[in-house]
């Protein structure tokens, strides 16, 4: 047992429970804190997988956007009802259909015709955020799709604001 | 002598010796250094807070005028122990209704924030909590966290003063991350790395002489990211009492308070580190010991000018803040950034005084060229006048003109 | 050194998690909430695979697949939300099941 196996098991001890807390937690603000900290467990898988770059995105994005967004929508809709789980007659069954996926992607990993490579020694990464901001400007590397995702944050952006606008202000 | 030219890494040198000659094993005792040295560098943190309140209370004082304090001790030194033994000993009230999970986790959030940026920045050539190769973005990240803090002391005080404020002031804070972040990559850019080891290392000439448009954004940036002066909305006692303090008392405000002013001092270190040069001075690379104080020197004057200008300047409405991040900042941003990769691109490698010229020139011509369309947009602006109200005679003889319609700038 | 399918493993558990979010609760936002957790499972995912299998190879498309994910989570957060609070605010719910206008 390493150091790092110990660390990844406890992260994802709480990561996991987290997770749990998140789905079953009655009041939605405490359900976004739950959120909020697997997102943080996340970040440091990230971080063990050594792709530290997007350990830090992850909290900028996720946890510093996202999650804030989120908190912002629950405090915007106060008057809705807290719900638990329970209050759902059927969670028995959607708790049978998530331990069937569940059991499902464990088959999948677990018969994979590969999965000698499971516990192959690790080669060194090459990481260099400077490499993949070169590889996405790249014409013959992944240039396309960066142009295509800025033009559905320019849609996301346009269509939000217009959505959210009331009709007030659009009168004025 | 080799403890007085560099006596952080004289005294980790000799922790390390000490814990190997008691048969710990070599990462185990650098894993305790490190705790150690986390500790002390928050415990510094901490305890020089002490000394920047009363420092701000001092100067705060003699620019309006007064003395500031002084009765506590020699120039009123003592004055920040004393109240902090008052805020010791003040009673912690959790409002009926509120979270108290919530409740009790944002001074912690807002704090906690504040000096995780502590490790990533060089104190000195040798002195470094981690030197991450992404420092950068990780300043970005904490900041991100603070604001989760203040969002949630905002809704867990069950007051809807306390929800206003800290709407008003996340919003504030996610508007102003924009231009701090795009503004933080002309250093970036200008290095070719995103560590602050690199950045500080780079700083031949100082960033500041080859940015200066982008050192100024960024300032003002950061002040708004504070909330301090001249866009504390929080603190707008005639409008929204203490915004989203209201409902905190005892340590928990002390805890706002003491992230408050550290979050000043730090957003003028990471200033001094990024565009002044950090730790860099004559002799600095020889005697690490220098090279901290010479940061120490830089981050006081931008501290002392962010101190003047909160006395100084009035308070901005919430629409003029956003205005003002929105329409100027951000577009003088962007294209600060875009014209320094321009002119950095274009202009032959080296660290030449023709590289240096050109981006000056650049700059200026930015500058000029943003004062002039500013200029433009307020004259233009001015003309649109809206009527806002007609003659409205209280009393009118048949004999005399009705008064003229009133004219507001909108 | 930590084994592939330990990563794997616990990308399915955080997705089955989301998957049950997303079928059990009522509230939209919560709904919203399980789809980042898919979408966060996925990524580790594609993370984990890259490290293991494409990084010594200095092949970048594991990390820019999961870079377009981060910005369609974003971007889908932005516009869900700003549909629910406006339907919040015309019809005062954000039950996912009140929300029915449109049915049959």
Not at chain 2, 343 to 368: E, H, M, T, Y
């Amino acid at each position: 047992m390493t150091g790092m196996q110990i660390v990844f098991l406890i992260n994802a001890a709480v990561t996991v429970i987290a997770g749990v807390m998140m789905v079953t937690v009655k009041r939605l603000m405490h359900a976004a804190m739950w959120l909020i900290l697997t997102l943080f467990g996340v970040a440091v898988v990230f971080g063990l997988l050594e792709a530290s770059f997007f350990a830090i995105v992850q909290v900028v994005v996720y946890i510093g956007a996202i999650a804030i967004l989120l908190v912002f929508a629950i405090m915007l809709t106060r008057d809705a009802v807290d719900d638990s789980f329970l209050q759902n007659h059927r969670w028995v069954l959607t708790a049978l259909i998530g331990a069937i996926a569940l059991s499902g992607l464990l088959l999948a990993i677990f018969t994979w015709p590969q999965s000698a490579l499971f516990t192959a020694p690790l080669a060194d990464a090459q990481r260099d955020v400077g490499e993949m901001g070169l590889a996405l400007l790249d014409p013959q590397g992944y240039l396309i799709p960066f142009e295509i995702s800025s033009i559905l944050l320019l849609a996301a952006l346009i269509g939000a604001v217009h959505v959210g606008i009331s009709r007030r202000e659009v009168e004025r | 002598m080799s403890f007085f030219a560099d006596p952080i890494t004289f005294i980790s040198n000799w922790l390390n010796s000490l814990l190997s000659n008691w048969g710990i094993p070599p990462g185990w005792a650098q894993f305790m250094l490190f705790i150690l040295g986390a500790g002390a560098l928050s415990l510094g943190a901490m305890v020089f807070t002490i000394f920047l309140i009363w420092l701000e209370r001092k100067l705060g004082g003699r620019f309006q005028d007064r003395i500031g304090p002084n009765r506590v001790g020699p120039w009123g030194i003592f004055q920040t122990i004393a109240d902090m033994l008052k805020i010791f000993t003040k009673e912690y009230i959790t409002p009926w209704g509120s979270d108290p999970v919530l409740f009790n986790l944002a001074p912690v959030l807002a704090m906690a924030a504040v000096l995780a940026v502590w490790a990533v920045i060089p104190l000195s050539s040798t002195v470094y909590g981690s030197n991450i190769h992404i420092g950068v973005l990780y300043i970005l990240a904490v900041g991100a966290l603070g604001e989760l803090g203040v969002i949630l002391a905002g809704f867990a005080s069950n007051n809807k003063y306390a929800l206003l404020g800290g709407f008003r002031v996340v919003a504030m804070l996610i508007s102003y991350e924009v231009p701090m972040a795009l503004t933080l990559l002309v250093p970036v850019m200008l290095t070719g790395s995103m560590g602050l080891n690199d950045i500080t290392s780079a700083q031949s000439v100082w960033f500041i002489w080859q940015a200066p448009v982008a050192a100024l954004v960024f300032f003002i940036a950061s002040i708004a990211e504070n909330s301090r002066a001249p866009f504390d909305l929080i603190e707008a006692d005639s409008e929204i009492v203490a915004g989203f303090n209201i409902e905190y008392s005892g340590l928990k405000f002390g805890m706002f308070y003491v992230a408050d002013f550290l979050h000043a001092f730090t957003a003028a270190l990471i200033f001094a580190s990024v565009f002044l040069g950090g730790w860099r001075g004559p002799g600095a690379e020889l005697y690490p010991a220098l090279g901290f104080l010479y940061l120490l020197i830089k981050t006081a004057i931008v501290y002392f000018i962010t101190i003047s200008i909160r006395f100084s300047l009035p308070r901005l409405r919430v629409d003029q803040v956003m205005a003002f991040n929105w329409k100027y900042l951000t577009p003088l941003a962007l294209v600060s950034l875009l014209v320094t990769a321009l002119v950095d691109k274009s202009l032959p490698a080296g660290q030449g005084w023709l590289r240096l010229g050109g981006l000056l020139l650049a700059n200026l011509v930015i500058f000029v060229a943003a004062d002039r369309l500013v200029s433009i947009y307020r004259k233009r602006k001015k003309q649109e006048r809206r009527v806002v109200s007609g003659p409205r005679p209280i009393a009118v003889t048949l004999r005399e003109k009705p008064a003229e319609p009133v004219e507001v700038e909108s | 050194m930590i084994p592939l399918y330990w990563f794997l493993v616990l990308s399915a558990i955080l997705f089955s998690l989301g998957l049950f979010a997303v079928i059990t609760r009522r509230n939209t936002i919560a709904i919203l909430m399980g789809i980042e957790l898919m979408l966060n499972a996925a990524n580790i995912n594609l993370l984990s695979f890259w490290r293991y299998l494409h990084a010594s190879r200095g092949d970048m498309d594991g990390l820019i697949f999961a870079l377009i994910v981060f910005v369609v989570a974003a971007a889908e957060v932005a516009v869900g939300l700003g549909l629910i609070v406006s339907a919040y605010r015309k019809r005062r719910t954000v039950v996912a099941n009140e929300l029915d206008l449109l049915k049959g």
